[in-house]
C-alpha cells in the first residue's frame, strides 16, 4: 500500500450519486460497504439479544462446517466482481431483504445465513430489474454453492416473499434515504484501502468457468428510471 493512500469519505451525496453510475475502473459502488455495515450490525444485534426457540431454520442455514469464512463486505465485493450488478440492484436486495423479515417475523439474519440470503436477494433482484442475466448455475458458483442449492434458495425466497417482487419509486427513494442518513449519522464511512488489499485475498477467486455467463448489456442509466 502507497504511504500517500489516503482514507476516502462517503458523503451522502456522493452515495446517491453512485446509485445511477456503474465505475469503469471496475471499483466496487460505495453502497456496498453502507449495506455491508448495517447487514453487518442487524447480524450482531440478532446474534446478542438471540434468536429463542421460536425461530424456525430454513434452507437458508448453513452447517457450522459449510459457513463461508468471508465478511459480508467482502462477499457483496466478490458478487459484485464477478456479476457485476448495477448498483441500484443493491437497494432493492436490501428492500427485499427487509421485506422478507418483515414476512417472516421468526427469521432472523445471522451468520449462518446471511451469504446464502445476499446472493439470492441479489440474483433475484438483478433478475427482476435487468434484462439479461446470469444464469442461476453462474450466481451459485460465485456464491459457493451448487446450482441445485440455488434453485431451490430462490424457490425458498420467493415463497418467503410473497412473490411480492415490485419497488415502486417512494420505496425505493425511501430506502435510499435511510442509506444516505446512515452515512450522515456516521459522519461519513472512511473506505480504508489496507481493508480492500485484506478483502483481496478473499474474493479473487473466480467461479470455475464462464460458461454459465450471459451477455449483459451496459449500465443504464434510463433503464434504472424506467423499471424503478
Not at 426457540?53 to 459449510?66: A, K, L, V, W, Y
Not at 425466497?157 to 415502486?168: D, E, I, S
Request: proline share 4%.
Amino acid at each position: 500500500m502507497s504511504p500517500s493512500s489516503s482514507p476516502a469519505l462517503i458523503s451522502p451525496e456522493r452515495l446517491r450519486s453512485d446509485l445511477y453510475e456503474l465505475s469503469e475502473t471496475g471499483q466496487p459502488p460505495l453502497v456496498i460497504s453502507v449495506l455491508a455495515s448495517l447487514v453487518e450490525r442487524v447480524i450482531v444485534r440478532n446474534e446478542r439479544v438471540g434468536v429463542g426457540g421460536e425461530c424456525r431454520r430454513t434452507r437458508f442455514e448453513s452447517s457450522t462446517d459449510r459457513v463461508l469464512d468471508i465478511s459480508v463486505r467482502c462477499f457483496l465485493e466478490r458478487i459484485f466482481r464477478y456479476a457485476r450488478v448495477a448498483p441500484y440492484v443493491y437497494v432493492v436486495a436490501y428492500v427485499y431483504m427487509d421485506r422478507l423479515s418483515h414476512f417472516n417475523p421468526h427469521f432472523r439474519i445471522s451468520s449462518a445465513n446471511v451469504h446464502r440470503l445476499l446472493i439470492t436477494a441479489i440474483m433475484v433482484a438483478s433478475k427482476f430489474l435487468e434484462d439479461l442475466n446470469y444464469r442461476n448455475s453462474y450466481f451459485a458458483e460465485v456464491g459457493g454453492l451448487s446450482t441445485e442449492e440455488m434453485n431451490s434458495l430462490e424457490i425458498d425466497f420467493l415463497f418467503m416473499m410473497r412473490f411480492k417482487l415490485h419497488v415502486n419509486v417512494s420505496v425505493f427513494e425511501s430506502y435510499c434515504m435511510h442509506l444516505e442518513r446512515e452515512v450522515s449519522i456516521g459522519g461519513g464511512y472512511q473506505i480504508e484501502r489496507t481493508l480492500r488489499f485484506m478483502c483481496a485475498g478473499e474474493t479473487n477467486s473466480p467461479p470455475s468457468s464462464n460458461k454459465h455467463k450471459q451477455i449483459r448489456r451496459p449500465f443504464n442509466q434510463q433503464l434504472a428510471a424506467r423499471v424503478l
